[in-house]
């Protein structure tokens, strides 16, 4: 049984900062593809980074350079720092695990599991 368990959403300004935590737990002999999606309000969801086996990393264009995806495999923990908050990053951003390739944002397998959900509010 995989679980994942968000924190770190909040509220902050336009420029400010803010990192998610996704702690899974109950994958001891499996490997996953993980990353981060969002979605705000009336709008499709959409990935927004990816990490896969061997560290490497893939971010949408509307996030790159301002955001990282990365994990800690002692504590089975992804996190996602995301920097220079703008009010269109405003989301409820999900972390999610998928089958191991492809893995990147624009081709990842159909995520098996999914934390419950933190919400980013980015004001001006």
């Known amino acids: 049984q995989v679980q994942l368990v968000e924190s770190g959403g909040g509220s902050v300004q336009a420029g400010g900062s803010l990192r998610l935590s996704c702690v899974a737990s109950?994958?001891?002999?499996?490997?996953?593809?993980m990353g981060w999606f969002r979605q705000a309000p009336g709008k499709e969801r959409e990935a927004v980074a990816t990490?896969?086996?061997?560290?490497?990393?893939s971010y949408a264009d509307s996030v790159k350079g301002r955001f990282a995806i990365s994990q800690d495999n002692t504590k089975n923990t992804l996190y996602l720092q995301m920097n220079s908050l703008k009010p269109e990053d405003t989301a409820m951003y999900y972390c999610?695990?998928?089958?191991?390739?492809?893995?990147?944002?624009?081709?990842?397998?159909?995520?098996?599991?999914w934390g419950q959900g933190a919400q980013v509010t980015v004001s001006s």
């Open positions: 999610a695990a998928a089958p191991p390739w492809p893995c990147t944002v624009v081709a990842t397998g159909t995520p098996k599991y």
């Open positions: 990490i896969d086996l061997y560290g490497s990393t």
């Open positions: 109950g994958y001891t002999y499996s490997s996953y593809c």
